[in-house]
């Protein structure tokens, strides 16, 4: 029952945020690099003001999922980073806590595109 | 003054001419897609967690989302996932197998014109800017933090 009501949760809230990106870009027509964009930098002040660690425990996937959770681990790495390595951590930090989710993305993008033809134009 | 009518005019035939969508079942289908999504994520996550119960819960978030993001990448190589996106809209882009086609779209998009320009280039049209912010603020956050750890 428990795990019922996590995953109600998480189906709650991780449509909830999607439903927020919809609803910009029904009102403001703004571009999808944009929603992604905004979502990031939302992410990112999540973390920076320690806000987004609270949400995650109760929202789990709901908000790791949607790219907000890709902003906040940039964010979350940097200030761990600077903590433990000092002013050097400003530069490494970000990108080493997301460097698995960005090769990914770009290595099976490359690969696909590498095996797959273009749908749009047939 | 004539510039301003016919600018006007302009507006109003593009207005016209735009598609509308419908505002309330796209925000209704975005919000169960998006949802399931997450939902799915979740789920790889607690099964993860069963198989290596050794692993933290943040190198299982780091496992769950590759796993999107190669499910993302592959529906979006056979033409699956830019149809889910024409039907959920949101619910496609924002969650993180959106970053994913947004990488993988147009990389499939242009490979026509060559390895180099096509697909390593064009990768990056979507994906760059959201890179560029997110590394820029998260840059400005360890700086902040940094020198707030100055002064105590």
Redesign the interface.
Same mark, same amino acid.
């Given at each position: 029952m428990e795990i019922f009501l996590d995953y109600l949760w998480v189906f709650l809230i991780g449509g909830t945020v999607c439903a927020i990106g919809e609803l910009l870009i029904i009102t403001t027509n703004i571009t999808s690099a944009r929603i992604l964009v905004t979502f990031v930098l939302v992410g990112v002040f999540l973390e920076a003001i320690d806000v987004f660690d609270y949400i995650s425990d109760f929202a789990k996937a709901g908000i790791n999922v949607p790219i907000v959770g890709f902003g906040a681990s940039l964010a979350k790495g940097a200030i761990g980073a600077v903590k433990t390595h000092g002013f050097l951590g400003i530069f490494t930090g970000g990108l080493t806590a997301t460097a698995g989710g960005i090769a990914a993305a770009i290595g099976f993008a490359f690969i696909f595109s590498l095996i797959f033809r273009s749908h749009t134009k047939n | 003054m004539e510039d301003v009518k016919r600018n006007e005019a302009y507006n109003r035939y593009i207005k016209e001419k735009i598609p509308k969508?419908k505002?309330w079942p796209?925000?209704?289908n %975005?919000?169960?897609?998006?949802?399931?999504?997450?939902?799915l994520?979740?789920?790889i996550?607690d099964i993860l967690l069963l198989i290596f119960p050794y692993l933290s819960q943040q190198s299982a978030?780091?496992?769950?989302?590759?796993i999107?993001?190669?499910l993302a %990448?592959?529906l979006?190589?056979?033409?699956v996932y830019?149809q889910i996106g024409k039907f959920?809209?949101?619910?496609s882009?924002?969650?993180?197998?959106?970053?994913?086609n %947004?990488?993988?779209s147009p990389?499939?998009?242009f490979?026509?014109e060559g390895?180099i320009y096509g697909?390593?280039v064009k990768?990056f049209?979507?994906?760059g800017?959201?890179?560029v912010?997110?590394?820029v603020? %998260?840059?400005l956050?360890?700086?902040?933090?940094?020198i707030i750890?100055l002064f105590i």
């Open positions: - | 969508t505002a796209t925000l209704f %975005s919000f169960w897609v998006g949802g399931l999504i997450c939902v994520g979740q789920g996550n978030w780091a496992c769950t989302l590759i999107l993001i190669f %990448s592959f979006t190589g056979i033409g830019d959920a809209g949101g619910g882009i924002v969650p993180i197998t959106g970053f994913s %947004s990488i993988t990389s499939v998009e490979k026509s390895i697909i390593c990768m049209t979507i994906a800017p959201v890179i912010f997110g590394v603020s %998260s840059m956050v360890g700086l902040i933090y940094w750890g």
